[in-house]
């Protein structure tokens, strides 16, 4: 069964400083990973996905993500975080073998000015 | 982008009323989702559809009910609420003919007291 697991609850950084959130996933067949935003009494928006082809992919609000297929993992980075980036963050895997999709714990980020 | 309503985005009600959670879309995504969500915490899927007439329980075990009649709209049901149904729940969809990503709606915030 596909998983993903974010080991973090919460990052703190300082606002200006680069950001990872970090994830890892576990599936059978090939990946599908995808990364949403939540923030404060909304739903998910979607940042990001890796489907296949380049490693490094770019998302919405200058978030990038990198595939690492020997490292199982697709952490979220920012070059340089801003205040208003502060929300809860989800790693997401399909699996196309069985075609669910799964959802990580969510990690909170936090930037202070 | 997938065009995802879902009304009462707040609802405050009594023990033992009934309620219906409303979601409907414009996109004509033929897979729709009920997730249930507490604040700030992982989302758990509760209910599942893959068309018209079609029906799943998702991972979380829950006491509310769905149903598909259209493609359009997927309305969940509590037939008498209880406090421990106070939570977020968050409507998704999917296009699985030509995407991969789930597109959510902004929620609805329901309290029982």
């Known amino acids: 069964a596909q998983s993903v697991a974010q080991p973090e609850d919460q990052v703190n950084v300082a606002e200006g400083n680069p950001l990872t959130v970090k994830c890892t996933y576990s599936?059978?067949?090939?990946?599908?990973l995808f990364w949403y935003v939540q923030y404060p009494n909304r739903g998910l928006q979607f940042l990001l996905k890796y489907i296949t082809g380049d490693n490094l992919v770019k998302g919405s609000y200058g978030f990038e993500a990198e595939f690492n297929k020997s490292q199982t993992s697709f952490h979220l980075k920012k070059p340089s975080a801003l205040v208003s980036d502060s929300a809860l963050y989800f790693c997401a895997v399909r699996d196309m073998m069985n075609n669910d999709m799964r959802f990580g714990a969510g990690t909170r980020l936090t930037v202070k000015p | 982008e997938a065009d995802i309503y879902q009304t009462p985005r707040y609802l405050v009600i009594g023990t033992g009323k009934k309620i219906t959670l409303e979601c409907s879309q414009t996109m004509g995504h033929d897979k729709m989702y009920w997730y249930q969500q507490d604040p700030g915490m992982e989302l758990h899927l509760i209910h599942y559809?893959?068309?018209?007439?079609?029906?799943e329980k998702g991972d979380l075990s829950s006491e509310s009910t769905v149903s598909r009649i259209r493609t359009e709209h997927f309305p969940l049901t509590l037939e008498s609420a209880r406090p421990s149904h106070t939570s977020q729940y968050l409507c998704?969809?999917?296009?699985?003919?030509?995407?991969?990503?789930?597109?959510f709606g902004e929620g609805s915030w329901l309290t029982v007291v």
């Open positions: 559809s893959y068309g018209v007439n079609s029906t």
């Open positions: 599936v059978s067949g090939n990946p599908y």
């Open positions: 998704a969809t999917r296009d699985s003919r030509s995407g991969n990503t789930i597109y």
